[in-house]
């Protein structure tokens, strides 16, 4: 079920109204019967998988809380958590990997003369696999590290894996937030639940979302897709703004699902992290990473970086954990290589950038460069926005093949005309579209910056406003949305990029 389509605009009310009438004590299984009919809605088999992922980890969150009762040795809960991982990462393996590492082994058996092994299995990718796969291991770690106390009723942490707004792409939760969140859902008084405030401030977030996944996001989807799709007829100056393009594009997709998800589930009561924070705004590519995929970013750091021994070890190690962490993300995000080389890039920037600092330190220092001007910050923003361009290439493109083409002809087919002879505008927008897109760049540049600035989003912007005012803002998206939202051929709802993945 998509969050843009009429399905979701009728299933959403319904969980939310009985969801407020409903007994105290049973509130937690309504959502959890919500959050399962909201994932078999894409395909009803797969919601096995689900259900045993969580009751994996959840015995093995019991079993860790044993042996921190009875004072057991470290070996055995080591030897639980393996187990737990090993369990979950082969599921995960086994849906996600096994296409990806077939294709390995044919392209060595054809090379070497051999016939090529056929696909024994018919499976399709299960939705969301990666995303509740590493919320349900996040918890096992967390009961590990006494960081929070097993739960011991399993619907309350079959809820917490399955919660239906960030079931499919995030952001990634962690048990120390929502599932105590969820614990005491039988806590809340009907007053507390009905607060119109943020109620409004919920509907609010998720109509900003709604605009940026169906106003820019999807139009820019159709200038990309036109450019990917038959990249050798383009030039520099079209291949340049398709790639430019999908990075604003895939922004858009991935933090309007976001801002959709916190939104609905501030609506009934619940805080979920945020997941973007003005990434495009960042100086250099670690600070683009503290921004971008936020709840991904800091499972990576909390669950394989620092375990590898993060920046507490020699300079060379710490290299090598910084690349390892970034590969195995680029592989979490798609099997394939392109993807994979995606994560190694960002990899090689930051090792780059902390190899380079203390050069280019000097050279501010002899230049007398202001690294505090706005200029300088500037030129770090421009900067930092074409190295992660130019990496979205290798994460949009079909292949490597594809990728590394895509970048040579960049270089090799330049077509400055195309800026003056209206080439930009036969590439799948027409002029009064193309012009509608760049209207919604503009009010998403304001409020980017806005926030980047103030600190605070559209929504605590507006809480601070009349409500004549909040009202008028949120009638303009739902109106802005309703006209010139992108529907799709027979109002198909587009789907969003990281259900992929």
Known sequence: MLFNSFHFLLFFPIVVGVYFVAPKKMRYLWLLASSYYFYMSWNAKYAVLIAFSTLVTWVSGLLLGICQKNETGTAMKKWIVAVSFFVNLSILAFFKYFDFALGNVNFFLTKMGFAAMERPFDFVLPVGISFYTFQALGYTVDVYRNDIEPEKNIFKYALFVSFFPQLVAGPIERSKNLLLQVAHTDRISWKQLLDYDRIASGLRMMLWGYFQKMVIADRLAILVNTVYDAWYFYGTVELVLAAAAFSIQIYCDFAGYSTIAIGAAKVMGFTLMENFDTPYFAGSIREFWRRWHISLSTWFKDYLYIPLGGNRCSRLRRHWNILITFLVSGLWHGASWHFVVWGGIHGVFQILAAETRKYRDSI????????????????????????????????RAESMTQACSYIGRIFTKPDWYALTDGSLYELGLERVEMNMLLVSLLILFVVSLMKYQKKESLDLFLIKQCAWFRWLTAAFLFTFIFLFGVYGPGFDAGQFIYFQF
């Open 364 to 395: 501010y220092a002899r230049t007398h460069t202001k690294c505090s001007s706005f200029s300088f910050r500037f030129g770090q923003i421009a900067a930092t926005f074409v190295m992660t361009t130019f990496a979205w290439i290798f994460f």
